[in-house]
């Protein structure tokens, strides 16, 4: 599910404790010039293809498309399949919570989906803006990129091959870059659910509560301050699930997902001790916090204390009956969790750039050798170098007729910083580490809008010169130009 959290914030600390670059190059001023000099903004943005092929199947296009080719180059890379990868190996540990035959491992569906799957089924509004073009690659107006792994939820419960069901897939979205972000990521997503028709008695409490005795057991200090449900904060799905039913399945899932934290921090705690014998081994603490997602009622957030912070896991919660009933099987109620592969990977293996999971040097993959066969040989990544980055501003002005630019008119064309995101990275790759925004200018008498960013330009595999990243930030500049209509100062 598109399990919305402060996960991103949570984790930067860990992410971002690798420390500062010891020498850059500096953000080259020269460059910059004035409206008089300015280039002229292109008057038609390039048009779509007629078709584009991704993962071997052609697709028609029409002006909704918007996936640029290094975006569909990493479609068949499917990195959470991958033998030894860090993200497939966290997969591996979660799968191992969760075992067959009770649970169905779904991890190759493909990720061309339909609106339909993708937001309908799970009743996102039509105005959401998880749909705008600025968040989401789409093939043509009925097809996308899926967002995340419950575009297909639906179809797994009306396929009612299991009790439960985990999807581990690669998902896509428009974004900002910095070194826990990319445009591609995957997530893992799972259910448990009960037949009211198959359980004895049709007592769905008492086979919740048999089933939540078989278990495996924990030790972990758990804080846990908040009833089952409340009728204003997290209420219950009344009409649909009783008091009993609903805390019998809140205890489930909340002793399932802890198990699941103790195998993942329990692995990432020995591979610190391995690569730091000074590590400092704090017990293992959780919280549950009642949180809000529109798939689920009542909701939570599961936070882990690691490493002298509290970092938040994962959301989950009592699925809404409604997503049961239009998937065809009314007579279910269970559970459900979502969760960021690339992140929790991150942190079990001390990986401080998500880049790194795309990287093909063997510096980076031989340090997971053999570890998909023996979950043991499990350790934290060791930096194999540290190249210099370079920053480069770039400054310009708005297009007039976009509202942000100090258009009036009805209708314009707002500038949003994920196309300018988009852009930075389909010209430079994998090489931009960073892009922030360090200024913000309106003109006092036109209202017209000024913006100045600041780009990192780092390679992990080799060093970047200062000539080589002002090639690059030339062509960003020229694609600004021509693409979003921008006048350079």
Known sequence: MMWTSRINAALRRPIWAAGSVSRTCQPCWSSRRFLSEATAPASIPPAAPATT?????????????????????????????????????????????????????????????????????????????????????????????????????????????????????????????????????????????????????????????????????????????????????????????????????????????????????????????????????????????????????????????????????????????????NAGVPSQVGWAFGIGLDRIAMLLFGIPDIRLFWSQDERFLRQFSGVSDNLDLLQRFAPFSKHPGCYKDVSFWLKSTSAAGGGTAANVHDFHENDFMEIVRSVAGDVVEDVKLRDEFTHPKTGRQSRCYRILYRSSERTLTNTIANELQAKVEKSLVEKLGIVLR
Request: charge should be negative; hydrophobic fraction near 35%.
């Open 53 to 325: 092929e991704i993962n071997g199947k052609t697709y028609a296009t029409d002006s909704w498309f918007n996936v640029p080719p290094n975006i569909i180059d990493r479609v068949p890379r499917r990195l959470h399949l991958q033998n030894d990868h860090p993200v497939s190996i966290t997969r591996q540990i979660i799968e191992s919570v969760f075992p067959e035959p009770v649970f169905r491992y779904h991890n190759s569906l493909d990720p061309v989906v339909t609106t339909h799957q993708n937001f309908d089924s799970l009743g996102f509004p039509k105005d959401h803006p998880g749909r705008a073009k600025t968040d989401t690659y789409y093939v043509n107006s009925e097809t996308l990129l899926r967002t995340h792994t419950s575009a297909h939820q639906a179809e797994t419960f009306r396929a009612n091959q299991s009790e439960g069901y985990l999807i581990s897939a690669d998902v896509y979205r428009r974004d900002e870059i910095d070194r826990s972000h990319y445009p591609v990521f995957h997530q893992m997503e799972g259910a448990r659910s009960w037949d009211r028709t198959k359980v004895p008695n049709g007592d769905i409490a008492a086979a919740v509560w048999s089933d939540l005795e078989k278990l495996p057991k924990h030790n972990i200090d758990v804080r846990d301050p908040n009833p089952p449900f409340h009728h204003e904060r997290n209420p219950l799905q009344e009409g649909h699930h009783s008091a009993a039913e609903a805390e019998a399945i809140a205890a489930h899932l909340k002793k399932s997902l802890e198990f699941m934290v103790v195998e993942i921090f329990t692995r990432a705690k020995m591979a610190a001790k391995k690569a730091d014998p000074d590590f400092v081994d704090e017990p293992l603490q959780v919280r549950w916090v009642e949180a809000y997602f529109p798939f689920t009622s009542p909701s939570w957030e599961l936070e882990v204390y690691y490493d002298g912070d509290w970092l938040e896991c994962l959301g989950c919660g009592v699925v809404r009956q409604d997503i049961y009933i």
